[in-house]
């Protein structure tokens, strides 16, 4: 199985900072059709996970601009501008192109 | 409104049986691939199982082949995870997600609210 590696595990953040999450496959998530299938996920205390970001750097509807995504191949990074109270949670990225769809272990922020 | 609703979950013993379903509405169901995804009390995300838009084709995490089984009514937009010969480790948060279709693999783009199954004597 493709392992995702996520870094930090666990990332305190002062409130308008910027805060950034590595994300790291084991092989490349470069599909046939030419796209790279990389997704982050924001799941919020109590709530079910609600995707951010899919194909690497598109945002979905409804998601602020202070989140990006960026990366290549084997390497993503999930950025967040400035950090507001409602950003804490666990955020994860997830692959699909190798069987079976797997996530990274999940990144904790919390604000200091 | 895209929704998928969740139920079926409860408290069941070793070795027996359950029967998530998920009920769709907002979107055309039999467009789409659909999968089970799951999370242990305090641990990440873990992908169960998958179909695609007709039923033909299903796909599983080896920890549950042989036991848990999904399918879909897409007359009733519907999705179900039959579950058997459950363990104390499939004690999970199971959820419907909307996993790809029209041209977009691996969306995972739509979640339940999920529905609590627990395995315990």
């Known amino acids: 199985d493709i392992v995702m590696t996520q870094s930090p595990l666990s990332l305190p953040v002062t409130l308008g900072q910027p805060a950034s999450i590595s994300c790291r496959s084991s092989q490349s998530l470069v599909y046939s059709d030419g796209n790279t299938y990389l997704n982050w996920f924001q799941q919020r205390p109590g709530q079910s996970p609600r995707r951010l970001i899919y194909k690497v750097s598109d945002r979905d509807s409804g998601v602020p601009e202070r989140f990006s995504g960026s990366g290549s191949a084997t390497d993503f990074t999930l950025k967040i501008s400035r950090v507001e109270a409602e950003d804490v949670g666990v955020y994860y990225c997830?692959?699909?192109?190798?069987?079976?769809?797997?996530f990274g272990q999940g990144t904790k922020l919390e604000i200091k | 409104e895209l929704q998928l609703v969740e139920s079926g979950g409860g408290l069941v013993q070793p070795g027996g049986s359950l029967r998530l379903s998920c009920t769709v509405s907002g979107f055309t169901f039999n467009t789409y691939w659909m999968s089970w995804v799951r999370q242990a009390p305090g641990k990440g995300l873990e992908w169960v199982a998958k179909i695609n838009e007709d039923g033909s084709v299903k796909g599983y995490v080896d920890s549950v082949k042989g036991r848990f089984t999904i399918s879909r009514d897409n007359g009733d937009n519907s999705l179900y995870l039959q579950m058997n010969s459950l363990r104390a480790e499939d004690t999970a948060v199971y959820y419907c997600?909307?996993?790809?279709?029209?041209?977009?693999?691996?969306?995972?783009?739509?979640w339940g609210q999920g529905t609590m199954v627990t395995v315990s004597p």
């Open positions: 997600v909307r996993d790809g279709g029209n041209g977009h693999h691996w969306a995972f783009d739509i």
């Open positions: 997830m692959q699909g192109p190798h069987w079976p769809v797997t």
